[in-house]
């Protein structure tokens, strides 16, 4: 385990069984219909690379940035699209990946976003979910796990800009940010 770490929230063998579940729920929901799948850069890298070969349909990918965090560990509220998405959303089925749902403002602006753009729908598949740190309503169509508010890292998921290349999930020791 990482020297930073306090302790590991999900383990590899954990987040495999979590992503072929949610792989198996989005095929049986998408099939049949023409769906781009969107990552949020940067922490959704490694679930979306392992969610959509797990994914046994035809779809087209794409990435979006959105920022509201800083270097700290609180969203600022304020959210803008750094990089919009290079495939028209219009008439489209969009399902975004987002590595966690915290506060809830980049989903909400990033959904609200790709409506206004004329998306047929938008979905969003989440790894984690914080709802207890919820500052807008939003609840994700599909989640991996529900965590308790604490800051985690691993798997995509970073502390400025550190540790997405853990093969787990840990709890970040709070010395590091504190
Ligand atoms: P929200 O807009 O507050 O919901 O923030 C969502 C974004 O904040 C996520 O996409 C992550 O990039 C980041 N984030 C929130 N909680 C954590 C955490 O515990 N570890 C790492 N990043 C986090
Ligand atoms: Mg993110």
Not at 11 to 17: F, G, V
Not at 66 to 95: F, M, N, Q, W
């Amino acid at each position: 385990m990482h020297k930073d770490v306090e302790r590991i929230l999900i383990s590899q063998e954990k987040l495999e069984k979590i992503v072929n579940s949610l792989a198996k729920q989005i095929e049986k929901d998408y099939n049949g219909r023409e769906f781009i799948l969107v990552g949020l850069l940067k922490g959704s890298i490694v679930f979306m690379a392992e969610l959509m070969t797990k994914i046994n349909l035809d779809f087209r990918i794409d990435f979006m940035v959105a920022s509201s965090y800083g270097g700290g560990t609180e969203s600022s509220g304020k959210v803008k699209i750094v990089k919009d998405l290079s495939i028209s959303p219009k008439d489209r089925d969009i399902l975004i990946v987002e590595d966690i749902v915290d506060s809830g403002n980049t989903l909400n602006f990033v959904v609200n976003h790709l409506v206004s753009e004329g998306a047929r729908s938008v979905e969003v598949v989440t790894l984690c979910d914080k709802p207890d740190r919820r500052k807008v309503p939003f609840t994700p169509e599909y989640c991996g796990a529900v965590i308790p508010d604490e800051f985690i890292v691993g798997y995509g998921l970073d502390y400025d800009e550190k540790y997405r290349n853990l093969p787990y999930i840990g709890v970040l020791k709070r010395s590091v940010y504190e």
